[in-house]
């Protein structure tokens, strides 16, 4: 195979792509790229008033999407979406191409004071959801053959917790980051990449309500400053495109320096 010079290309044309909590946050910016770069988008989350709101803007943009219901708390509806992603695109030549595992939930709180119910709802998103997502776009692309990109979005909580509180959301991003390595080396043969993205501190829905409880913390990093969910674009088009083909298991993190490595 010859490659350009550079090998550099970014285009999602022809390509599905399916994108979890994209009602608001990181979610809906990735959504917006991704559909910038050529890709038809299924922008998936429980708001659908949210979800239609950002489709018309996408469409306005000169870009495709379709909204699409999902609660990633509830299997059934997880096993489920891909097929009616794929059904509801109508005839096409390749399925679901691109997973975008972005939907997640915070504790927030000491690990003694959870309730059942929060321990199994962040197990279950953050989680659960990933895998199922994961292992039925990947099998109907083993299925028919095709390659594809699964981006999952951790956390740089998987390597540091301060131990105040979160730490099973620390827990389940770092067995994100684990299933993201594992699943890459069972799926390399079918040339399915499986990659992962660790966020710092990034303006957020989620961020703005922790913000709220523990008050200023850009003041404790280096720049002293929150991340742009822009600052995400490059990377993520870089590990859903054709400029990162060898790239499986890896995790990037995308901190400002905030963390200590």
């Not at 018309?56 to 000169?62: F, L, N, R, S, V």
């Not at 891909?82 to 975008?100: D, S």
């Not at 490059?234 to 990037?252: E, F, N, R």
């Amino acid at each position: 195979m010859i490659y350009p010079l550079p090998n550099a290309s970014t285009r999602l044309d022809g390509q599905i792509a399916l994108v979890t909590g994209a009602s608001a946050g990181l979610g809906q910016r990735f959504a917006r790229v991704l559909a910038a770069s050529g890709a038809t988008v299924a922008v998936t989350a429980r708001r659908r008033d949210r979800l239609d709101a950002l489709v018309a803007d996408i469409e306005a943009a000169g870009g495709k999407a379709r909204a699409f219901t999902l609660d990633v708390a509830d299997a059934a509806q997880c096993k489920t979406i891909v097929g009616e992603v794929e059904a509801a695109f109508g005839p096409v030549t390749t399925p679901v191409t691109i997973l975008v595992n972005n939907a997640g939930i915070p504790d927030a709180q000491r690990a003694v004071k959870m309730e059942l119910d929060l321990i199994e709802r962040v197990i279950n998103v953050n989680m659960r959801a990933p895998w199922i997502l994961s292992c039925e776009v990947a099998r109907r692309l083993i299925d028919a053959k095709t390659p594809g990109r699964i981006v999952n979005i951790a956390s740089m909580a998987a390597y540091d917790y301060s131990g105040m509180g979160a730490a099973l959301y620390s827990t389940t991003k770092a067995a994100v980051v684990r299933m993201t390595e594992a699943l890459s080396v069972e799926w390399a043969r079918f040339h399915i990449n499986v990659n992962a993205i660790a966020p710092g501190a990034f303006s957020s829905e989620m961020m703005d309500g922790m913000l709220a409880r523990v008050g200023d913390i850009t003041q404790n990093f280096p720049r002293k400053r929150l991340g742009d969910p822009a600052q995400m674009d490059s990377t993520l088009l870089y590990l859903v495109s054709p400029a990162s083909d060898a790239v499986t298991g890896t995790i990037i993190k995308i901190d400002d320096g905030q963390h200590y490595r």
